[in-house]
């Protein structure tokens, strides 16, 4: 299955979780496992360095900001 097709698929499921209908097939725990490593990479980009997983997430929100200031220049 294409790639479009697995988070079709997780979305469909999380909206039917969501109603009641069934049981979510990713848990939540690994939406945040991958928005941590998501951070991580980001963050590491960035600062042009290594970082630790989980991120300080106020340096993260921070480099963020600024990220955000710089896009809205451009």
């Given at each position: ?23 979510l ?50």
């Amino acid at each position: 299955a294409s790639s479009f097709r697995l988070y079709q698929e997780m979305l469909e499921n999380f909206a039917a979780a969501v109603n009641g209908e069934e049981e979510l097939i990713v848990p939540g725990s690994e939406g945040i496992a991958s928005l941590a490593i998501t951070n991580a990479a980001y963050l590491s980009a960035w600062k042009h360095m290594p970082v630790s997983v989980p991120v300080d997430q106020e340096e993260y929100a921070e480099y963020l900001r600024k990220a955000s200031e710089k896009e809205k220049k451009s």
